[in-house]
């Protein structure tokens, strides 16, 4: 039996942090190790020294036996669409949940998802398929995340908040309990959401000013 792999489905700096933690679930229960990435660029790792085999790009994609994807892309619609066409030639994938994470028993993650360290996931919540939830991030009791959403880190969901498929939240961004987020918004880093979002709508907090 073959032992099973992860190519990573790009290498840009999400997915180098993708290696560490893999190596980190490898080593604390198992999951597979990375083995190599699908890119447009043969040589985003050049430099790193993570020694990892280079296989083409999306659209050179064959499965092999034992092979299960990681897909290393921040932007939600960018991920949505490498998902279509990679699963359409075949693809099993793989979700990675960091040992430091804390994962309530009662929570529910779907297919490929990402889940980087001391982040948690709270009661009852439903986290979509391909979803993404960077280090530090928290999300609250009865929270639903849809499919391709990506946290950014220290993203703060509360309790029974709804987000849509591929929403983007930037860095500390806060949704207060109960809020809607249709699918496609862009929360921009730092803003805090109080009112129900419409889809594709982007939000954003005020810059820092100089006192």
Known sequence: MT????TLVGAGGFGRELINWCED?????GTPRVTGFLDADAS?????GYGLQYRGTDADYAPREGE???VSIGDPLVKQRAVASLRARGARFASVVHP???????ARLGEGV???PLAMVSADARIGDFVAINAMCSIGHDVELGDFSTLSAHVDITGHVKV???CFFGSGARALPGVRIGERARIGAGAVVMRH????????AAPAKKL
């Open 3 to 6: 032992t099973p792999f992860i």
């Open 25 to 29: 679930a490898a080593r604390a229960s």
């Open 44 to 48: 985003p790792l050049d430099g790193f």
């Open 68 to 70: 299960l994807l990681l």
């Open 100 to 106: 430091t994470s804390v994962i309530a028993r009662s």
């Open 114 to 116: 990402v889940v980087c």
């Open 164 to 166: 849509g498929e591929c």
């Open 197 to 204: 979002v419409q889809p594709e709508a982007t939000m954003y």
